[in-house]
């Protein structure tokens, strides 16, 4: 691990939880529409073209040593799609100089990664999770809110094969009578491929979806319909918190993993933090509203990362734990094209 100059006392939450990782969104926009995240029928066409509400890059380091100094080791860039903020790789290539962040990792739709791969893996890039929800072109096209094409998307999956991303991490978010259809075929076409496909339980993010609980098939539906065409055994989380459930297939073609966050929530291990493009912190995927960082921000490192030790220790999320109690009131919530995932 690089040298890093932390707070003393690094903070914990109201539950005990230490702050490891950091979900950067650096672009609300999105080329994509799809129906659980940003339906075009409810976020417009030009949404979230307007630039200039964004953290600068010089902002953004600013922001990302101080995440470092109050424990922060994971980074992962998103969006929005990411692939949308312009000269992205030069902020990679800032980021990944940072001292204690030891994981620089992407989530992307994919369909524009054929043509920045390379730059990405240049400037110090190691890792991308791609979101796929479907094979079939018709499908994937509608599901993308007839905005993208699978074609594009493979062919960024194999640029960034060429360009040195050796495992790429394969989302598909699972919604019963949209594709489910898809799930034997997915694991077909990248069994034995070196990437990992994960399946992630539909969410109830956001306000723009409509989630109803008898839409998700849970993980262990799908992990015994694979289970039963190509048999799995389970393996042991790589690290404590990590949130998919991992399987390997019998036969040495690689390895699964399903990501339970409905049925089986993972808030007691959740060391998460997550900020807008526009420097807002949220504590939890389910966060109402955020607390704008920049003020802080603009008092520079030290001042900003006491500021994290205070707000994280006044955290006490565990939204997924107490999912589905009665008498909740309606509940104002963050979209997730505004934080990433
Ligand atoms: N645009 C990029 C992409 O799609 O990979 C990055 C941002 S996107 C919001 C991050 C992840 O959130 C995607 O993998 C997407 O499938 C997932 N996601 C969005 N809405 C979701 C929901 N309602 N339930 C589960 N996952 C969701
Ligand atoms: Fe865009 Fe990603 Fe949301 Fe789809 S999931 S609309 S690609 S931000
Ligand atoms: Fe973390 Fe909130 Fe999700 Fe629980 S519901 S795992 S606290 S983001």
Request: aromatic letters at 6%; one cysteine or more; proline letters at 4%.
């Amino acid at each position: 691990m690089n040298a890093v100059l932390r707070t003393p006392e690094l903070p914990l939450d109201l539950r005990g939880r230490p702050l490891r990782d950091l979900r950067l969104s650096v672009i609300e926009a999105c080329n994509f529409r799809c129906g659980y995240c940003m339906p075009a029928d409810k976020v417009p066409d030009d949404y979230g073209l307007e630039a200039a509400s964004r953290l600068s890059f010089d902002q953004i380091e600013v922001l990302v040593r101080s995440f470092a100094r109050v424990g922060v080791n994971k980074l992962r860039l998103t969006g929005g799609e990411p692939l949308l903020r312009k000269r992205l790789p030069e902020l990679v290539e800032r980021l990944a100089r940072i001292p204690g962040i030891d994981d620089l990792a992407m989530t992307t739709n994919g369909s524009l990664l054929a043509r920045h791969a390379q730059a990405l893996h240049d400037a110090g890039l190691r890792r991308i999770t791609i979101s796929l929800d479907a094979l079939e072109p018709a499908r994937f096209a509608e599901m993308s809110g007839g905005r993208g094409q699978i074609d594009a998307v493979l062919a960024g999956i194999d640029a960034a094969r060429a360009a040195g991303f050796s495992s790429l991490k394969l989302n598909c978010v699972v919604q019963r009578g949209v594709n489910e259809d898809q799930v034997l075929p997915l694991v077909e076409h990248f069994r034995g491929s070196g990437h990992v496909l994960r399946f992630i339980e539909f969410m109830d993010v956001g306000t723009c979806n409509g989630w109803q609980s008898g839409q998700v098939v849970s993980s262990a539906t799908l992990r015994d319909r694979v289970h039963a065409r190509w048999p799995l055994h389970a393996l042991d989380a790589h690290y404590r918190g990590e949130v998919a459930e991992r399987h390997a297939f019998d036969d040495g073609a690689g390895e699964i993993g399903f990501v339970s966050s409905v049925t089986a929530p993972f808030c007691g291990d959740c060391h998460r933090a997550r900020v807008s493009a526009d420097g807002q912190l949220y504590t939890c995927l389910f966060s109402g509203a955020g607390s704008d960082l920049r003020p802080a921000l603009g008092q520079g490192e030290t001042a900003l990362a006491e500021h994290l030790a205070g707000l994280w220790s006044r955290r006490g999320d565990r939204y997924s734990e107490i999912r589905g109690q009665a008498a909740q009131p309606p509940r104002k919530r963050v979209e997730m094209f505004l934080i990433g995932g």
